[in-house]
């Protein structure tokens, strides 16, 4: 191991400076979403909104990170500018090994600075600049220019926001290494708050191994099962977007504002068609030798006589279901179009996907005019769409702001609640059935990760309610300690108790390994007693009618299973949160 | 006596198993630098990756530069290390044309030996080993 505390770099914009914090419960808390409620709970304020200046935006890694392949990605924390409360977000690309290699299992960021500023931070480097002049720039065009003030290429990560981080989007995602994000609770939207444009992490330090033989054998045997065998080889191929084929067969796959689960032409989104069609290359998280990022190619002729641009665009299944499907756009290029449009805005693509094919139904239904939508919204038509998303990231009119602070709380101005598709946040693209609809819509960030309920349902025709949210509150439970490590969820067939639990000894983190089981509980309990105390109640949490008329494989959805699995989700999740006793 | 090449950088998916593999079988670090390759994006992920690797020069301006012997002629082509004998000058990373010595906050030297562990590594292909033929007038 490097050290056996935690070491957090705290930064305060307000002052221009850092302080390095040293923190005890490596044991307790293991690190990634358990270090993060740890450091919330120090740094955070339950009772304050989620802008105030003081509110601490955290990012976290684990014990394992740089040591294993797929210990890979960063646990992003902050009060959520969606709903107020306390959340998180996960992603990859190379923040999390710039972390180990900067010197920091956690970064605080605090404060709020005077201008728009980008903060650049490694083992030997600490630098806040002005970078006003990037105000309203898309994700795109910043990077490039964050890129040449801040060198270092091959040990640097740069997490970036667009407009719509600046502009307070509920859900203005963090780009991360252009092709991963934090997506999910509007993590860029407290980076705007805090006038804070870029974060560019240097990992410039090395770290000496351990010295035993365990550690490089035990790597190899993990190399090779992450590598040789047939478990990742899905994610390598096809990628996620394996999914669409499969989930739109199973009557699974939202179709237009989930007013289907099911289309007989899917068209160009499969990912078959994907990858015969449109697929460029893969690409990896640092650390990761798997490679599931696929990145695609539009071209757009700009002039006649041949005149072309090119653009490589991320694709994955979420965002194939939430421009895709959830739009009714099926032509590849469109749909990457869209795609490419979210990220220049830098939005959550869920969110912003979900959120327009809401405003289209209300359009039809009569609810919005096109004088609040300035384009005639229509499934399908994937030019307008693209009009959309920048009005959306860049809040062009009130309609538009208002639908940026989220589907359900525009509805509660306008109309049109019953078929907003809101699981806690605008819906993941897993219309599975009660079990997910239910994990998503109360789960702690409203994700289809958090959980495995969308496989439960796909499993499990019966309608046993014990029994599902047993498999839900335990199967939380082992992916919060895999998120403690932080481990990307791909590898979890892989990382099983038994390889972690030698993973983490091989390094020096004996008692970590023998203790998984109270660990991943107590962070669970840790999690949700965070969340309840900045607001979060399971028992208001609407899940909106639209949801009661979803047809599966299984046949239509059953009201009153659902609402039997809300009823006793809650109930566990309150008795999780429950401060612990004297 | 075989060389390092990394020959197929187009198929690279940036994932930096090979320098981390270096780093942590040849040096006994966990580190992406402190290793004879190193990984990075040619100017954002989406212009794709390339490697900073010995070209195996003979003569070596690296070992040229080099005032104490740290670093030799290798028979071929590129150097030998002796890690006892550098003095830290950083004198042989100023002189490799290609910018393939990474220099740690201590002045320590990283370069490829051409020894091949990395290779395996690479879930892409990217890396080869190829013999290379050995000219008596590049020896030292
Ligand atoms: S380190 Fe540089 S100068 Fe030395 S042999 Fe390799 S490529 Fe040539
Ligand atoms: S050939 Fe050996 S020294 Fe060179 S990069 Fe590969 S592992 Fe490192
Ligand atoms: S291991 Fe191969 S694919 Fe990965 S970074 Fe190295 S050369 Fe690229």
Known sequence: ?582 | MKKLSAARMEQCIGCHSCSLACARLVHKQLSWNKAGIRIRSSGGMAAGFEAKLCLACSPAPCAEACPTGALSQRKGGGVIQKRKLCIRCGKCAAACPVDAIFLDHLVNPYVCIHCGRCVAFCPHDCLEMKEISVKEEGAS
């Open chain 1, 1 to 582: 191991m490097i050290r056996d505390f935690f070491r957090v770099s705290v930064v305060d914009l307000d002052s221009g400076r850092m302080n390095v914090a040293e923190h005890e419960g490596r044991d307790l808390v293991a690190g990634g979403g358990g270090l993060a409620a740890m450091l919330f709970r120090e740094y955070g304020h339950a009772d304050r909104p989620w802008d105030d200046p003081d509110q601490p935006l955290i990012f976290a890694i684990g014990p394992l990170t740089g040591y294993f392949p797929l210990m890979s990605k960063t646990v992003c924390a902050f009060k959520s500018p969606y709903h107020d409360q306390y959340s998180e977000s996960h992603a990859g690309g190379r923040s999390a090994l710039s972390m180990r290699f900067g010197d920091m299992d956690a970064l605080v960021i605090k404060g709020r600075a005077r201008r728009l500023s980008a903060l650049c931070i490694g083992a030997r480097r600490f630098e806040i600049r002005d970078v006003e002049f990037l105000r309203g720039r898309d994700t795109l065009s910043s990077g490039k220019i964050l890129r040449s003030m801040f060198p270092g290429s091959g040990r640097r990560s740069m997490l970036r926001i667009g407009p719509a981080g600046e502009n307070g989007c509920a859900y203005a995602c963090i780009n991360v290494d252009t092709y991963r994000h934090f997506g999910r609770m509007g993590a860029g939207g407290v980076m705007g708050s805090k006038n804070l444009k870029a974060i560019v992490i240097l990992g410039d330090r090395g770290f000496a191994l351990p010295e035993t033989p365990a550690y490089p054998k035990l790597f190899q045997t993990l190399y090779q099962q992450l590598t040789d065998t047939e478990i990742m080889n899905k994610y390598h191929g096809l990628g996620t977007a394996v999914n669409v084929a499969p989930l739109n067969e199973l009557k699974s796959l939202p179709w237009r504002n989930l007013q289907a689960t099911h289309d007989p032409e899917p068209g160009g989104i499969t990912g078959e068609k994907m990858a015969e069609e449109r697929l460029l290359r893969n690409a990896a998280c640092a650390g990761c030798p798997v490679g599931c990022i696929h990145i695609g190619y539009i071209r757009e002729q700009f002039k006649k006589n041949y005149q072309y641009r090119y653009r490589q665009v991320g694709y994955d299944y979420e965002l194939l279901f939430a421009v895709g499907s959830m739009l009714g756009v099926t032509d590849s290029f469109n749909a990457l179009q869209l795609m490419d449009t979210v990220e220049l805005m830098g939005l959550d693509v869920m969110s912003a996907g979900v959120a327009l094919a809401w405003a289209t139904e209300a359009l039809e239904k009569g609810i919005l005019t096109e004088e609040q939508t300035i384009v005639p919204l229509r499934f399908g038509d994937a030019a307008n769409y693209e009009k959309a998303i920048v009005h959306l990231g860049r809040a062009e009119n009130d309609f538009y702001a208002l639908l940026a602070r989220g589907t359900l709380k525009a509805a509660s101005v306008l109309g049109g609640a019953d078929f907003a598709c809101v699981l806690g946040q605008e819906m993941a693209g897993y219309a599975t059935g009660e079990v997910f609809f239910v994990a998503e819509a109360l789960g702690f960030r409203h994700a289809h990760l958090d959980t495995g309920g969308y496989s439960y349902d796909q499993k499990h025709e019966d309608k046993d309610v014990r029994r599902a949210v047993d498999f839900l509150v335990e199967d939380e439970k082992k992916r919060c300690f895999l998120t403690a490590m932080v481990s990307c969820l791909f590898a979890r067939g892989v990382y099983g108790d038994d390889m972690l639990g030698q993973a983490l000894e091989s390094v020096g983190y004996a008692r970590l390994a023998q203790d998984q089981d109270s660990v991943g509980e107590n962070i669970q309990r840790l999690r949700w007693r965070t969340r309840i105390e900045t607001g979060y109640d399971p028992d208001a949490v609407d899940i909106p009618k639209r949801y009661q008329e979803v047809v599966t494989w299984k046949g239509e959805v059953d009201p009153e299973y659902m609402a039997a699995l809300k009823r006793e989700y809650a109930r566990r999740i309150r008795e999780l949160g429950k401060p612990p006793e004297e």
